[in-house]
């Protein structure tokens, strides 16, 4: 299997491409060609590196962004979609060895079939030139995908905002106390106060601490925005 252009796609060149061929190996192939590895553990370890680079990554590039943001971040970045886009980007689907039932079924195609390949060929990387150099691979695969700062999706954590606020407003942190519950055992509602560093207090309801504790931020700092 020639795959210098692929190699020279990801931006790395493998010392040991047998890792690269098992990861372009699916197990429909290796079940009609009994070949003895598939690309399931590659993709398997692939998955974890991208997910801890594009973490890592997300951080840096948008230190004010909440952890809300970075969540939705990674999660546009990774999704099936987005990671069958880029392994087309690389005519990554001319590579992948399937099985003729798969490939009479159209998995060549399949977002599915390609996000998982293009996983298993992280981690093959990985696996070949270990984690700084599967970091510098996926970074340049994904140079062009990140939002512009003004495109960040927007975050309902209320409360680190309010933090935010308060902070820039009076130099203090809110201050939240469960006030109560009520309700039955398998429906309890949780009820929240914040009060403010100017004494302003308000309740949210939720049914977890943490959701009531959003609902109280939430009226403070529409409070704070109208006042």
Same mark, same amino acid.
């Given at each position: 299997? /020639?795959?210098?252009?692929?190699?020279?796609?990801?931006?790395?060149?493998?010392? $040991?491409?047998?890792?690269? *061929?098992?990861?372009?190996?699916? #197990? #429909?192939?290796?079940?009609?060609?009994?070949?003895? $590895?598939?690309?399931?553990?590659?993709?398997?370890?692939? /998955?974890?590196?991208?997910?801890?680079? %594009? +973490?890592?990554?997300? &951080?840096? !590039?948008?230190?004010?962004?909440?952890?809300?943001?970075?969540? =939705?971040? =990674? +999660?546009?970045?990774?999704?099936?979609?987005?990671?069958?886009?880029?392994?087309?980007?690389? /005519?990554?689907?001319?590579?992948?060895?399937?099985?003729?039932?798969?490939?009479?079924?159209?998995?060549?195609?399949?977002?599915?079939?390609?996000?998982?390949?293009?996983?298993?060929?992280?981690? @093959?990387?990985?696996?070949?030139?270990? &984690?700084?150099?599967?970091? !510098?691979? %996926?970074?340049? %695969?994904? *140079?062009?995908?990140?939002?512009? $700062?003004?495109?960040?999706?927007?975050?309902?954590?209320?409360?680190? =905002?309010?933090?935010?606020? @308060? $902070?820039?407003?009076? !130099?203090?942190?809110?201050?939240?106390?469960?006030?109560?519950? +009520?309700?039955?055992?398998? *429906?309890?509602?949780?009820?929240?106060?914040?009060?403010?560093?100017?004494?302003?207090?308000? !309740?949210?309801?939720?049914? +977890?601490?943490?959701?009531?504790?959003?609902?109280?931020?939430?009226?403070?700092?529409? &409070?704070?925005?109208?006042?």
């Amino acid at each position: 299997m /020639d795959t210098d252009e692929l190699q020279d796609c990801i931006h790395h060149r493998f010392g $040991q491409v047998k890792f690269l *061929e098992v990861a372009l190996t699916h #197990s #429909s192939f290796a079940n009609e060609q009994e070949v003895n $590895q598939d690309n399931e553990r590659l993709e398997f370890l692939g /998955d974890a590196v991208l997910e801890l680079c %594009i +973490s890592e990554e997300g &951080f840096k !590039r948008y230190p004010r962004a909440a952890e809300g943001q970075l969540t =939705r971040i =990674r +999660s546009q970045l990774v999704k099936e979609q987005s990671l069958a886009a880029i392994a087309r980007d690389l /005519d990554l689907d001319k590579y992948i060895r399937l099985g003729r039932g798969e490939e009479l079924q159209g998995g060549r195609e399949r977002d599915a079939l390609l996000a998982d390949a293009l996983e298993a060929v992280l981690g @093959a990387v990985f696996m070949d030139g270990g &984690f700084e150099v599967a970091k !510098r691979t %996926i970074l340049n %695969i994904f *140079e062009g995908e990140w939002p512009e $700062q003004a495109m960040l999706p927007e975050t309902k954590d209320y409360k680190s =905002r309010l933090q935010e606020v @308060a $902070q820039e407003r009076f !130099r203090e942190r809110p201050v939240y106390v469960l006030a109560g519950t +009520s309700g039955p055992e398998h *429906e309890k509602l949780f009820m929240v106060d914040v009060t403010l560093p100017e004494s302003e207090v308000f !309740r949210g309801v939720g049914t +977890s601490v943490k959701r009531a504790e959003q609902e109280s931020a939430r009226a403070a700092l529409k &409070f704070l925005s109208e006042e």
